[in-house]
């Protein structure tokens, strides 16, 4: 008898273990098929933003602690500049050029990834290719997309992207360390920009007291 119930124990844990196995590799397989879902829609939007001739969108910004900002954005592949009530951002693909109008100073530097994710809201559009997990789900008006980084020295921990079915991002909420910042999106246009647009126009700023950060 008790051989009996031990083999009919054994039966079970072994029938119980076969379906453990088969979730499991069914939900790697939905958590895969995802994730690969969600690289085709950033890949599509990739395409979409990095139309060779530029754009400019409107955007707001908000940060805990710090406000909301509004502006006007244009961008050319990894290239953007950026315009606000307080300050001007001209990015060139290595340096950045921040002007304050309120002092007069541009402040000249090399921006890693977080701080040009601060203030261009189409820096995702490099960042996903590499060192992130994807996931993704359906929404009424198209896809919000989730990014988590592989690796906890990257600056941007988290990303969560709202597309829209047209393939043009939303909205962007992006984690660094404990806080979260979001920006809304809204008026993308095509265009096409001139490589110049990108470089701090000295010229333009005479009195400007150039700070080199690098």
Do not use: C
Not at 143 to 169: D, V, W
């Amino acid at each position: 008898m008790k051989l009996k119930l031990y083999h009919h124990f054994i039966t079970i844990m072994k029938r119980l273990f076969f379906l453990i196995t088969l979730l499991s590799v069914f939900e790697l397989g939905l958590s895969a098929q995802n994730a690969g879902r969600a690289k085709q829609i950033l890949d599509q939007t990739s395409a979409v933003l990095s139309n060779k001739g530029g754009a400019s969108a409107q955007f707001t910004i908000t940060t805990p602690g710090v406000g909301t900002t509004t502006g006007q954005i244009t961008i050319k592949g990894n290239k953007f500049t950026a315009t606000t009530p307080k300050a001007a951002i001209w990015y060139d693909g290595k340096t950045q050029w921040t002007y304050m109008s309120k002092t007069e100073e541009v402040n000249v530097s090399n921006p890693d990834e977080s701080q040009q994710a601060q203030m261009n809201p189409y820096k995702f559009i490099t960042l996903y290719k590499n060192g992130y997990r994807l996931g993704m789900k359906e929404t009424n008006g198209g896809y919000e997309i989730h990014l988590t980084a592989l690796n906890r020295g990257r600056s941007i921990q988290e990303m969560f992207i709202t597309i829209n079915k047209s393939y043009i991002p939303t909205n962007v909420r992006l984690k660094e360390g404990k806080q979260w910042s979001t920006i809304t999106i809204s008026n993308y246009k095509s265009s096409n920009v001139d490589d110049r647009v990108f470089t701090f126009p000295s010229k333009d700023y005479p009195n400007a007291e150039l700070i080199d950060l690098r």
